[in-house]
């Protein structure tokens, strides 16, 4: 069997077959196949795409290709939450505690930043001393007694989707339908959850512009997960403004730790209320989504919720002060005001732009060897419905380097479109599949 031919073939709009797929990801992983052939494979899977038998091949052969997590040994119901990616999109740090302090477990596996979306390993690892990799023995053993962890990937389980992950990034094959599946179950289907939320985002802030879109997406991650035998669902997100206010790694963090004592935006608020609501009802703690709602709620008021992320960041070698003191995390040294260039309401916004003056800023990779500025990124004051006069401040950047600031503000200043109407609202949850 030879790449060069697997690669015409998928050219030629062919199916791959279970052993050429095996083929494919094993080779990748043990170093048999270069980055130039996979990079030939990941475009021909954009343009031509692949069924469904095909993604749940390449779903499974991302499993099996490294160690796959017995969580056996932690008691309780393990229940995780994925994002698709966007802007401004902090809910895994908001969720998971509120979900831990109602008794489930969270061992959580994430990746880091994709493209113009922004990564939970990038955002944790600007607290302080907080350790994303950690052994396996004290994954487990940190999520037995506060219930929760959060880690990246290590080399042990799914490689091939590491390997891939990183090519994908800087070969503009992120957004195909199965290549995101894979990539995210072949993850979550290696670590032994016996629920799965996920949050599918959908708007121009997303992978997937259109609902339509997004509703394929996740009911091939829905079916995908159900193959496997897990406890799945899938919420479709509007990701056609920001969420929240904010952009970048330690600037989410903060807002995340404001959220979880109650003064966090609306916006942000509602949807981490749904999505834990949404984890409380598939594990079998609330018997609908709007009593696991209710529930979630609770934790941010009696503070349980911040607490739970205080004893995580602890448990992983950070330091829990940061919640009180933002000052540990660090600031940016330049920090400008971006003036709105006409006045009238903000109509729409070009989300995934936005995203990207946040990584013109520094708070992204656009190579596989870029380091991220934890510091850099936007604090967004003017969102799609509000009314800004032309000169006052829309938005405020934050960088390392005052090089960055003149390309960011003009691809940031063409994410806006202004009006003399105020568009219609839009509602933050649109869809559901089962």
């Keep these: 069997m030879r790449m060069?031919?697997?690669?015409?073939?998928?050219q030629e709009g062919l199916p791959l077959?279970?052993?050429?797929?095996?083929?494919?990801?094993?080779?990748?992983?043990?170093?048999?196949?270069?980055?130039?052939q996979a990079a030939a494979l990941l475009m021909a899977i954009w343009f031509k795409g692949m069924d469904r038998d095909e993604t749940a091949e390449l779903t499974f052969a991302i499993r099996d290709s490294g160690e796959k997590l017995d969580f056996s040994e932690i008691k309780g119901i393990r229940a995780d939450k994925h994002s698709t990616g966007g802007v401004g999109d902090k809910t895994s740090l908001i969720v998971t505690p509120m979900v831990a302090s109602c008794g489930i477990k969270v061992a959580k596996i994430s990746g880091r930043g994709l493209g113009?979306?922004?990564?939970t390993v990038d955002k944790l690892e600007s607290i302080p001393g907080f350790r994303t990799d950690i052994p396996k023995d004290e994954f487990t053993d940190i999520v037995n007694r506060i219930g929760i962890a959060i880690v990246g990937q290590n080399r042990e389980v799914a490689p091939?989707?590491?390997?891939?992950?990183?090519?994908?990034?800087?070969?503009?094959?992120?957004?195909?339908?199965?290549?995101?599946?894979?990539?995210?179950?072949?993850?979550k289907l290696a670590a032994d959850d016996d629920a799965i939320v996920l949050d599918v985002k959908t708007g121009s802030g997303s992978f997937m512009k259109t609902k339509e879109e997004s509703r394929k997406l996740a009911e091939l991650l829905v079916d995908t997960g159900k193959k496997a035998g897990k406890k799945i669902m899938a919420l479709i997100t509007d990701m056609d403004r920001p969420l929240g206010e904010y952009v970048g790694n330690a600037l989410e963090v903060r807002e995340a730790i404001e959220t979880l004592k109650g003064n966090g935006p609306e916006d942000l608020n509602e949807i981490c209320e749904v999505l834990s609501g949404a984890t409380l009802m598939l594990s079998g703690d609330a018997s609908t989504l709007e009593e696991g709602r209710r529930m979630a709620a609770k934790t941010i008021r009696d503070g349980s919720a911040l607490r739970k992320f205080r004893e995580m960041i602890k448990a992983q070698g950070g330091n829990p002060e940061v919640?009180?003191?933002?000052?540990?995390?660090?600031?940016?040294?330049?920090?400008?005001?971006?003036?709105?260039?006409a006045s009238g309401f903000i109509s729409a916004m070009d989300t995934e732009a936005?995203?990207?003056?946040?990584?013109?800023?520094?708070?992204?990779?656009?190579?596989?060897?870029d380091v991220i500025d934890e510091t850099a990124g936007i604090r967004i004051l003017k969102k799609t419905g509000d009314y800004a006069e032309k000169g006052?401040?829309?938005a405020v950047f934050y960088t390392s380097d005052e090089r960055r600031?003149?390309?960011?503000?003009?691809?940031?200043?063409?994410?806006?479109?202004?009006?003399?109407?105020?568009?219609a609202p839009r509602p933050l949850i649109l869809d559901r599949v089962e």
């Design 323 to 341: 919640t009180e003191d933002y000052s540990l995390f660090g600031e940016a040294p330049v920090i400008r005001a971006i003036p709105a260039k």
């Design 17 to 36: 077959t279970r052993e050429e797929i095996r083929f494919f990801t094993e080779g990748y992983v043990g170093n048999e196949i270069p980055d130039y």
């Design 354 to 369: 936005i995203g990207k003056a946040s990584l013109l800023l520094g708070a992204g990779r656009s190579t596989m060897a």
């Design 4 to 10: 060069v031919d697997l690669i015409r073939k998928k």
């Design 392 to 394: 006052e401040p829309a």
């Design 116 to 119: 113009h979306t922004g990564g």
């Design 405 to 423: 600031l003149l390309d960011a503000e003009a691809v940031y200043d063409n994410a806006l479109t202004y009006s003399a109407e105020r568009p």
């Design 160 to 187: 091939a989707d590491k390997k891939l992950y990183a090519l994908r990034d800087v070969t503009s094959t992120i957004d195909s339908i199965p290549l995101i599946v894979s990539s995210i179950m072949g993850k």
